[in-house]
């Protein structure tokens, strides 16, 4: 199933190049679904998938999808935990000497998401802001302490994630942080249509070039591996994100340009980049000194 959100806050399922909006039918019984974030609202009731998987959808009006003004599937997820060097080719262009094996994973603000065809907003007119495409985990059930051989029970879904970054001295959770910074979507495939995510095919391209391209076999962290490691330091719960990592090909972006990341069965998401509010770094607050 591919499941999906409007910007009006409903949840729609997409099936063959068109969505049936699901906000209205009874999914969750007498909880009922809320517009705003339906889908986290979901996956916290129990048995989410067979919930989905009862919906009716072949009965209910159905619009093509490019008349269909979707939003980021999960709107504010409880947290977006990401794998910092999980790609070979990317630890050596950005001259890494560890992997995410010695990093471990770090946090971006949920404030960050954004949906399709949003733009991401530079902060700073003289620092680099680069693209970082990867496959995002989307997490069914509460998971704390699971093995690798466990961990798959626990995926909801995968999507495709910008990992916006700031190249600057700041720490990883201020320099991938800033609002807009993740963007998701365009909706969530279930992990039993994808049918495994070893072996994806992701590509990434600003302004029209080609700029990332590989296959999730080559993730040091596998999808199993990262989300035991993560549920072994914090509880994963229903809808949170992992971002697992980008290959290398990432750079620049800049006003105007257009992003497009697609993942192989995940669909394709397209964001556009705007320089409108960037201010140089050296007027950034607290960025000075004051001495009298
Ligand atoms: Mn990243």
């Known amino acids: ?145 699971v093995t690798a051989a466990q961990a798959l029970d626990y995926v909801f879904g995968y999507l495709p994630v910008l990992d916006m970054s700031v190249r600057s001295t700041e720490d990883r959770s201020t320099r991938k942080s800033f609002d807009t910074f993740t963007p998701l979507g365009p909706w969530v495939t279930t992990a039993d249509e994808v049918g495994g995510a070893g072996a994806l095919e992701l590509r990434c391209w600003v302004g029209g070039e080609l700029r990332q391209r590989t296959s999730t076999s080559e993730l040091i962290f596998d999808v199993a591996e990262l989300v035991s490691y993560a549920s072994h330091v914090m509880t994963l719960h229903p809808g949170d994100i992992i971002a697992s990592g980008t290959p290398s090909g990432v750079g620049p972006v800049s006003d105007g340009q257009s992003i497009v990341l697609e993942i192989e069965k995940l669909g394709r998401l397209q964001v556009a980049v705007t320089a409108e509010d960037a201010i140089p770094y050296a007027d950034r607050p607290g960025a000075t000194v004051m001495d009298d």
């Open 1 to 145: 199933m591919k499941i999906g959100r409007t910007r009006d806050g409903g949840l729609i399922m997409i099936e063959g190049g068109s969505a049936a909006d699901v906000s209205a039918v009874d999914i969750t019984g007498a909880l009922g679904l809320t517009r705003g974030d339906p889908l986290l609202q979901l996956l916290e009731t129990a048995d989410a998938m067979a919930r989905l998987a009862a919906v009716p959808i072949a009965g209910l009006p159905r619009v093509p999808l490019d008349r269909v003004d979707l939003a980021a599937p999960l709107r504010r997820p409880g947290k977006i935990v990401a794998a910092p060097v999980n790609y070979l080719d990317h630890k050596i262009e950005m001259s890494e000497q560890k992997t995410v094996r010695e990093y471990g994973v770090f946090l971006k603000a949920n404030s960050s998401v954004i949906g399709p065809h949003e733009s991401v907003r530079l902060p700073y007119l003289d620092k680099r802001t680069d693209q970082e495409g990867e496959l995002g985990i989307v997490i069914g059930r509460e998971a704390s302490g």
